[in-house]
């Protein structure tokens, strides 16, 4: 922290003990016991501190939503400049921040996706995505696969595919089957007359950094195309550069017919989802145009601070960076795993998504609070316990990167010491 005079007195008891009464006692308690008992205050780039002054290294990213690092400072200008024009919409007159970035995305986007829809978040984006689905193919019927994440509304839920937070929301929405991840004549098996479409992460992030093999997604590309049923990207984690291409289903050569993204699109300054389509899918959006809305999707301030940063991870080709950078962090990682065979079970990525997975889930949750204890900030993903992510920004200096990986050898081998000790 630059200054004395960046930080006010804060209460740290008096924080904690607001969101143990009046917002989740639960998280609270998770918070403690992954080591996080901090209150957080600035940010710059890779780096958080706390209200005392503490600075960390963050290696999680908002979870990817953060590919620029925090406050960076193109995208934190061109907001400026648009609160003081006009923040939010008065949804009666055009929007140039909405158009300018529509058609940027329509650029950039692959094949003849060209119209999008913003939203608030990648749930957001998932459901209007469900929704055009079944609205183009009048199917009711959605595929999606075990271990796949796509949100924690209803309609994102009900295709999210992990039982622990599907059960307590049961009865979810009708007409969506799950397959496993990767199996492409479970798919084929799966997709019939009544499916509107299949919605797949081209990595599963939150399943665990999963990679299928490399015909599954021109596998499924055939099978929708041959049941006249959609394939919906969900590239809310891996879109925009995270795995080393603006869009991961590029690196299989596939177009799907809708795309979902959402986290970097913001470029970590303000909330921002999108789904976007065909022309001749999105039709059947047009004939009533207020058939899907959101009061807030696509305010001025989130798609002036989504233009401004697509441009930039356009400019800075970031996503080469990021499938360079993430090799060497990647074979840094397995060389622990290589050190430590019986607590790392295998490491697994592409560009700046890699997943750290041990042999239990136990395990894991000790290597975050080492890594805590060293001010690294970690997660578990959140369908697989048993990994830890390495998903920092894609602007991430190769040394902090370095010391970062060190930091996670270290708490290893303190957990590994800690076990022998029990």
């Known amino acids: ?51 005392e002054g503490r600075e960390y290294l963050d290696l999680l990213a908002g979870f990817g939503t953060l590919a620029l690092g925090h406050r960076p400072a193109a995208v934190v200008e061109a907001v400026k400049r648009q609160l003081d024009l006009m923040p939010l919409s008065s949804r009666v007159l055009f929007s140039k921040p909405v158009a300018d970035l529509a058609a940027l995305l329509a650029e950039t986007l692959p094949g003849e996706i060209a119209k999008c829809f913003f939203c608030n978040s ?32 209803l309609g994102s839920l009900s295709a999210s595919g992990r039982d622990v937070y599907r059960k307590p929301f049961a009865p979810l929405i009708p007409g969506v089957s799950h397959v496993p991840f990767g199996d492409r004549e479970a798919l084929a098996k799966a997709v019939d007359s009544e499916t509107a479409a299949v919605i797949v992460e081209p990595i599963q992030g939150e399943g665990g950094v ?28 891996t879109g925009l550069g995270r795995t080393g291409t603006l869009f991961a289903c590029e690196q299989s050569g596939v177009v799907p017919d809708i795309v979902c993204l959402a986290k970097a699109l913001g470029g970590g300054v303000m909330p921002l989802g999108a789904f976007a389509s065909t022309a001749t899918i999105w039709a059947s959006l047009e004939e009533n145009p207020l058939l899907h809305s959101s009061t807030l999707g696509g305010n001025p301030l989130a798609c002036a601070a989504g233009l401004a940063a697509l441009k930039e991870i356009r400019a800075r080709e970031l996503p ?25 079970a295998e490491v697994r990525g592409r560009g700046l998504l890699i997943g750290v997975q041990f042999t239990e889930s136990d395990i894991a949750g000790l290597v975050i609070a080492g890594l805590a204890q060293r001010r690294v900030i970690a997660a578990y993903t959140l369908n697989n316990p048993e990994v830890i992510r390495i998903e920092p920004a894609l602007t991430i200096s190769e040394e902090d990167l370095n010391r970062g990986i060190d930091a996670l050898g270290e708490a290893v081998g303190q957990a590994k010491e800690l076990l022998a000790g029990l």
């Not at 997604?217 to 809310?236: K, M, N, S, W, Y």
């Not at 050190?339 to 790392?344: E, K, V």
């Open 1 to 51: 922290m630059s200054s004395e005079e960046d930080r006010e007195a804060v209460d740290v008891a008096a924080v904690v003990e607001d969101y143990e009464r009046h917002v989740n006692a639960g998280l609270t308690s998770l918070f403690k016991f992954m080591g996080f008992e901090a209150v957080e205050w600035k940010a710059e780039g890779s780096r958080i501190w706390d209200s």
């Open 122 to 153: 990648g749930t957001e984006a998932v459901e209007g995505a469900l929704k055009l689905a079944r609205l183009y193919t009048k199917r009711p019927g959605i595929v999606a696969t075990e271990g796949g994440f796509h949100g924690k509304t």
């Open 320 to 344: 080469a960076r990021a499938a360079r950078v993430g090799a060497q962090a990647l074979a840094r990682a397995g060389e622990l795993q290589q050190t430590h065979p019986d607590m790392i």
């Open 210 to 237: 999963i990679i299928p093999p490399d015909d599954y997604l021109p596998a499924a590309r055939e099978i929708c195309d041959g049941a006249g049923a959609l394939l919906i990207a969900d590239e809310v984690q």
